[in-house]
């Protein structure tokens, strides 16, 4: 059993960054890979970055040059630095454990890019 508990987020003007954090309880987190997600109001859930348990990333195409995902296993947690945020980039911003076939989600925390 994981537990996962997201922070970080907030109010930030358009061209703004943030970084959140998500820290794991549990036992096993190196072995999972960690992703994050965003549900925006109307809209699915969707990935926005993933990293593996030998640190490999992915990127879908809104976070590509401008998120970065990172771990931390010492310290059971996950990072996402965002940088040059954008309006579309509001969302509530899930964090996710998977190693097939358990799958773990966090309460998320939402991101407001706004002026």
């Known amino acids: 059993q994981v537990q996962l508990v997201e922070s970080g987020g907030g109010w930030v003007e358009p061209g703004g960054s943030l970084r959140l954090s998500c820290a794991a309880s549990?036992?096993?987190?190196?072995?999972?890979?960690m992703g994050w997600y965003r549900q925006a109001p109307g809209k699915q859930r969707e990935l926005v970055a993933q990293i593996t348990r030998v640190g490999s990333t992915t990127y879908e195409n809104p976070a590509k040059g401008r998120f970065t995902i990172s771990r931390d296993n010492a310290k059971k947690s996950v990072y996402l630095q965002m940088n040059s945020l954008k309006p579309e980039d509001t969302a509530v911003y899930y964090c996710?454990?998977?190693?097939?076939?358990?799958?773990?989600w966090g309460q998320g925390t939402q991101v407001t890019v706004s002026s």
């Open positions: 996710n454990a998977r190693l097939s076939p358990t799958n773990y």
């Open positions: 549990g036992n096993g987190f190196s072995f999972y890979t």
